[in-house]
């Protein structure tokens, strides 16, 4: 079985409540007309143009027509759903979803005949996506509060799962990419967009909680995010490299960190993590295209849970 050896020792429980906090903070930052700049650990900075992880990740087109509070909110390494073909009628699940931003542009894709949910543990994050949801007026959308880790939602109730630079922050990424597996249907893709490590990232490094918090330390071995998903039960893996990024880049004040810090230089990357959730033998037959849209079409609203308490915002619940 492949190991996630990212958290060291530090307890799995001090890394969630180090990792909210920052996001609170950096929620209510945005709230009070700042930006957010948290997916570097230059947390909460109020310039990050420049930022090599976070800067100039949408154009202009995609960000034209969303509230400006949802992209000044954007705290990501990549954009997922530039990366991947969502058609009308999907249901899409963004993993960790901040203010909101890839929930919106995954709305526009899907259509009104189509539902996105953006699950988030983070109650300050879940009030700024809420503010965004009614400012850029869509109803197909619902944020849910929960952990990545125990995702509320029913087993093979979403078409496609996205993530913007969130996974690394998780203590037990094994755990987050079953729960993603859980989810989807069969066919259903995995299309997440996240810091990775390609090679070994010193003990330093991986042990500080800046680091940690500003996704560079908990980033997975490419080999070992690999090894996961097919534990997970995916076929189709794969992982391309979109950007690179010095620790210095990615906003770190090396003077405090231990001195192996610099065997992390060049090593560190945002990419684009791809898989499928494999078909039963006896449908794999069928050709993709026919395949997804009758999957979609058959379970579009029948899956999805009812009575849920932490459903934020209208719209159909799960
Ligand atoms: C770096 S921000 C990215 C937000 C958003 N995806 C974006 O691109 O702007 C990380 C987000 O993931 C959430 N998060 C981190 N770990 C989580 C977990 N284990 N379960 C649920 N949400 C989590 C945080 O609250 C925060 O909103």
Redesign the pocket.
Known sequence: MSQDTTTGTVAPETI?ER??DR?ARAALSVRAGGDGA??SADCCSADRADDPVTSNLYDAAQAEGLPEEAVL????CGNPTAMIDLREGQVVLDL????G??VLLSARRVGPTGFVYG????DE?LALALDNKARAGVANVAFLK????EIPLPANSVDVVI????IN??ADKGLVLREAYRVLRPGGRFAVSDVVADGPIPAGLRSNMEAWVG?LAGALDIDTYKALLVEAGFADVSVEITRRYTVAEAGLDTSTLLADWWDGDGKLASAFVRATKPLPASTAAMTTDTREVSVSKANTGGGRRRGSENVYGTGPRP
């Open positions: 969630t990792v909210r996001y948290c997916c909110a954007s705290l990501g960790g979803s901040g203010g931003i890839d699950v988030d543990m983070t994050m929960g952990r990545i880790e993530s913007n630079c969130v922050l998780a996704c």
